[in-house]
């Protein structure tokens, strides 16, 4: 799934001549980006893709060009997004990053990228409090936001002594390169002698600094909420508030499968008083789990790039990818919520969750068709935009054959103490909380 010249739409000298003044780059082409292309796209603003795996977003009808993004180091692709800039007159376009490595690429060389570019996020020393979840655990901590216990281990000796209720699991604070454990984000670990077996293949595999241990709290997806916001110096201009009723796999999701807008005005307060602290100008989502120990809601994880239910957010009355394009040039917005009661939906993956939950007895199949009633989002498929649906299925199975190569290659007793659960997970760097 590599990007070659004969999958990319060309650029000739007719192009050139006639290029628009001003338009968008998205860096990324996951059914994330496919988002961020529509929402543009369906305003009539000139969008390109770059990207290197991921192709749904460039095969939308709404993206102009796709040009391929390099696999290379950071001075590399900053180098190739200036000469982009210089070769095809992009000053003054849009950029948005749409994973968390290019997110830290653009943040981290925002001075030099906002003398050419419109950059729709803020610069590095807001960005790491989201990147490193070692440092959003800090935060957490010092403006008195609930989260998992949490522990960032010295050496292997006080991961042996540590007395805490099991299960629980190991996650990287970031993904700086990418292998079993940062893809699989977290691991959950039942007793101490898998604990001290899987941290002991994880610092193999990353620096023993950045092996985060957090206990797991217990419940599915049912318990996930988030804080959606466009945000302006940490004030919230547009929002919306969400629960991850269903996720796959069911008990520990990798990603969200069906996700339906709620009104919530807990995790509106939390999300304000996080937000505010971190002085946030962009797009961002928090996501919060009730503890249904306690009932406290438990910060997990901060996205400061576009988050996979993003479209959601069009059914709901904010369409945040083009209400941030209007922010960043200079128009003022009324402050707006999203409404409650409509539904985003990742076909592929929620077939798989229902599935397992009618089989299990969790889920009828009455109740499955009622959660599709009312407005509803596809991740994927729109009637104006068909084509990266017909492309996502092959792209899913493919990467399904190509991580079970993997798993099968991997020890057996590694396979089992190593199940990949979905919680927090990524990026570097510890200094001081930003002003509150």
Known sequence: MAADESSERRLTDGDRLSMPREGALIVGGSYRALGVVRSLGRHGIPVWVLTD?????????????HLPWPTADEPQQLRYLMDLCEQYQLAGWAVFPTDDETMALVARNHKVLAERFRVTIPPWDVIRWSYDKRLTHRLASEIGVDQPRTCTPKSRDEVAILDWTFPVILKPAFKHNMNRFTHAKAWRVDNREALLSSYDEA????DPEVIMIQELIPGGGEEQFSFAALCVDGVPHAWITARRTRQYPMDFGLASSYVES???P??????HRVLNAMKFTGLIELEFKRDPRDGRYKLLDINSRVWGWLTLGSQAGVDFPHLLWREIHGESLPKMRGRAGVGWIRMATDLRAVAGEIFHGRLSPRAYLRSLRGPLEFAIFAFDDPIPALVDAPYLMWLACKRRAKAIGRPPEKRQQMAPISTAGNKAEAHDRPAA
């Open 53 to 65: 795996e991921h192709f749904v977003a460039a095969v939308s009808r709404y993206t102009q060009f």
């Open 203 to 206: 610092c193999t595999l990353v």
């Open 262 to 264: 709620i009104d919530m």
């Open 266 to 271: 807990e995790i509106e307060t939390l999300g």
